[in-house]
C-alpha cells in the first residue's frame, strides 16, 4: 500500500501551484466589490443507491 505521506505538499508547495494553476482560473474578469455578496451552496452525497418511493399523482414535481 502507498504511504499517503509521499503526496504531501507543504505550505509553500500549496501556495506555489495554487498561485500558478487556480488563481487565475478561478479569479480573473473578477474584481473587489465595495458589498460582496456570497453565495453557500450545500449538499449531501447521495445515498447507497436508494432512490425516493414514488409520489403520488399530482404530488411532488
Do not use: H
Not at 9 to 21: A, G, H, I, K, V
Not at 34 to 57: H, I, R, W, Y
Amino acid at each position: 500500500m502507498t504511504d499517503p505521506s509521499e503526496f504531501y505538499l507543504t505550505e509553500d508547495q500549496l501556495r506555489e501551484r495554487f498561485e500558478e494553476r487556480v488563481k487565475d482560473f478561478v479569479f480573473s474578469g473578477y474584481e473587489p466589490q465595495e458589498q460582496p455578496v456570497m453565495v453557500l451552496l450545500g449538499g449531501q452525497p447521495a445515498d447507497s443507491g436508494e432512490v425516493a418511493p414514488p409520489q403520488p399523482p399530482g404530488q411532488g414535481q
